[in-house]
């Protein structure tokens, strides 16, 4: 593809509310929503609205691979979402320097009932290419993708990571400008991966325009030549990879840390935990043991319990762990100590952090990112398989065959 003029993209004041409907009043039942709405026929409801970006601006030229980080909720896939016109933008514009070709969501523009060939051809119809311009590549998609045995199979007897890698491999081949992916990578295996991360290394270097959203920084460094870094749908801060990498890990370090002050904390702060701690450093099949202590105060009527979460790299609750559950409370009449060993929970590699909180009939105190650890790329069982054996699932399990 040759030298193109201008920029990729560009976004002047980019804006996106959602109006979220907030009656003012919560009912778990049916029956108590339909009382209600018999006592006060004529309430109406109210509505908040959630700002998911905020006058946002960038320019991103030709032949760059724009990293996009930020936590959940930053506004990073909205962004993406926007960029991509699947949805539009409340306010502000953005400009396109040519097609794109996105990977947002496993399975997106895949139909199941048709073949993986007939995906392919239906992908690049979609992107508005024509039948030749798509034959001329079929071959390369093919071929990256490895699924020449499955091609006259429906995608829907797919497992997830053919899909990816089909989807990927029509993405990167058909010869779209600019290349959106969203955090795929993660479900492919590691030589995957890799090849992924070449391909897109050469669409930047064809002079076309790469957009990466991620939550491994590794990636971000090993793939792009540039970042951005969103925060609560403000755009915090655009360069060089190393740059925004440092802003984005100060930025973590402050919000831990000014979480450690309990003032900064949600709750009614009538009791606060004093420490959260657990081992940073651990195998999948290990136990995962949280300590903490938590303050006393004698005016506080009635037992406390603790409740704490696991919690993944994408703001996934992994596992709840409730003293309740196990007759466990605490007397808040004097300082306490206690401790959490969760056992069989083979997590996966990556970073998680511990939400811990002291309630009773409401919050008392509740610590987002109380405590972090990091879980070691090691599998817990004693044979090694292809990664397709072990890619699904929120966690490893800890299971046993038996044949007779």
């Keep these: 593809m040759g030298q193109h003029e201008g920029s990729a993209i ?55 691979a724009v990293g996009i980080v ?42 199941p009932e048709l073949t993986g060939r007939e995906n392919i051809y239906l992908n690049g119809s979609l992107l508005g290419m024509g039948r030749r311009e798509i034959r001329r590549r ?80 590794q990636t971000v460094t090993a793939l792009c030549s540039s970042a951005m870094f969103l925060d609560r749908g403000n755009l915090i801060k655009t360069g060089s990879v190393d740059d925004v990498m440092a802003a984005y890990r100060n930025s973590f370090d402050d919000w831990r840390s000014r979480q450690v002050d309990a003032k900064h904390r949600p709750g009614t702060g009538e009791i606060r935990f004093e420490r959260v701690d657990t081992t940073e450093i651990r195998e999948p099949a290990d136990d995962t043991v949280v300590t903490f202590t938590v303050g006393a105060n004698p005016e506080v009527v009635g037992k406390y319990f603790v409740s704490c979460l696991v919690v993944d790299h994408q703001g996934a609750v992994v596992a709840q ?37 002291v309630c009773q009939n409401g919050v008392l105190d509740g610590w987002r990112g109380a405590a972090a650890f990091e879980v070691l790329p090691h599998l817990p069982y004693p044979d090694l398989v292809m990664d397709e054996g072990v890619e699904l699932g929120a966690v490893f399990a800890d299971f046993d065959y038996e044949a007779w």
Excluded at 36 to 56: G, I, S
Excluded at 79 to 84: A, G, S
């Design 138 to 217: 079929f071959d390369d998609i093919v071929r990256f993708s490895g699924i020449e045995k499955f091609l006259e199979t429906p995608v829907k007897r797919f497992s997830s990571g053919m899909y990816v890698r089909l989807a990927f491999a029509v993405a990167a081949h058909l010869e779209t400008e600019i290349l959106a992916i969203d955090e795929v990578l993660a479900v492919g295996d590691a030589e995957f991966q890799r090849k992924s991360l070449d391909k897109m290394r050469d669409v930047a270097k064809d002079g076309r325009a790469v957009l990466y959203v991620s939550h491994q920084m």
């Design 321 to 357: 762990c409730d003293s309740r559950l196990v007759s466990q409370w605490f007397d808040p009449s004097e300082r306490r100590g206690g401790e959490l060993r969760i056992k069989n929970l083979w997590l996966k590699p990556g970073t998680y952090t511990i939400d811990a909180f």
């Design 70 to 111: 930020g936590r959940n909720g930053a506004g990073k896939s909205t962004l993406l979402k926007i960029l991509t016109r699947i949805t539009a933008p409340t306010a502000g514009r953005v400009e396109l320097g040519g097609r794109v070709g996105s990977l947002l969501e496993v399975g997106t523009g895949f139909h």
């Design 10 to 64: 560009v976004a002047r004041g980019l804006g996106k509310s959602y109006r979220i409907a907030t009656s003012g009043r919560s009912h778990d039942r049916l029956s108590e929503a339909m009382i209600a709405r018999a006592k006060d026929p004529f309430h109406r409801r109210e509505f908040e609205t959630f700002e998911a970006l905020h006058d946002v601006s960038f320019d991103i030229p030709w032949g760059e």
